[in-house]
């Protein structure tokens, strides 16, 4: 992935993407908490995608922003579909270009007519920004190949410092379609616990093969814990992480951030 530089005259969405890249893959000096979450997010999301598919599937990536995903998946050999709301970062991502296969289809990812096309689909902290993540991981399904896979991230419902409601127990979810789609965790409307997950996923026509709790607050840099960041070794922060990670299943869903889930077509 080519590393470009800042210019004023960019499209303000292009020079929000950049702040994002400096955190994701410049890996400026002030690495933060965002830096080291996403880092890990990334490794389990490939980890599941490299388990399921070879080099050469292809890959849908949903509301992918900047590319950092598309453009990787693409240098490991991946045919790789950029989707997004947002055409003109198009180009942002083609500056960013260095080799690979990467086909881009803008736009409403459910108007575009890509029906069972896809061995992998990766939605990667999307569906915690849509109003109705019910209809959003049914139609998702429907662009699966037969035998192909959804890999998701989302933010974890049970973490301990969620403050944001369950899908389950909203009584009308249209009341959000106003404000879906925004970017960032300012935009999160539904954070997904892992029974809900379960159940979105039955309700789509898929099961749930493979589910991680991932980044502890350490990582994440949570509750002011983001000033040891800059203090403590790579190697611990890590360690911790392995600590955390090996903790029984009901401290895990309250003390990580991050849910990573394969999932594929019911039989």
């Not at 893959?25 to 933060?32: A, G, Q, T």
């Not at 590319?67 to 709301?85: I, P, R």
């Not at 083609?94 to 069972?116: C, E, M, Q």
């Amino acid at each position: 992935m080519k590393k470009i530089q800042y210019q004023e005259d960019w499209h303000d969405s292009w020079k929000y993407s950049y702040q994002y890249d400096l955190l994701e893959v410049y890996k400026d000096e002030n690495l933060c908490g965002y830096s080291y979450s996403y880092e890990n997010r990334r490794k389990h999301t490939l980890e599941l995608i490299h388990k399921v598919a070879k080099p050469g599937a292809k890959v849908l990536d949903v509301a992918a922003a900047q590319g950092n995903f598309t453009l990787l998946l693409a240098e490991l050999g991946y045919e790789v579909t950029w989707n997004d709301l947002r055409a003109e970062l198009i180009d942002y991502v083609k500056l960013k270009w260095d080799y690979g296969i990467v086909h881009y289809a803008p736009g409403n990812i459910f108007t575009l007519g890509l029906n069972a096309q896809f061995d992998i689909i990766l939605i990667a902290e999307v569906i915690e920004h849509v109003a109705h993540p019910d209809d959003f991981l049914r139609n998702i399904a429907q662009m699966l190949k037969p035998g192909g896979y959804i890999v998701l991230s989302t933010p974890n419902g049970e973490y301990f410092n969620n403050r944001l409601p369950r899908f389950s127990d909203c009584p009308d979810p249209s009341q959000y379609e106003a404000i879906q789609f925004k970017p960032n965790s300012d935009g999160h409307i539904f954070l997904l616990h892992s029974d809900e997950i379960e159940q979105l996923s039955h309700q789509a026509g898929l099961v749930v093969k493979e589910t991680s709790l991932v980044t502890n607050p350490l990582t994440n840099g949570h509750i002011k814990l983001h000033y040891l960041l800059k203090l403590l070794p790579k190697f611990w922060i890590e360690t911790c992480e392995k600590l955390t990670s090996s903790m029984p299943l009901v401290i895990k869903r309250k003390l990580h951030t991050t849910t990573v889930a394969l999932l594929t077509h019911a039989n």
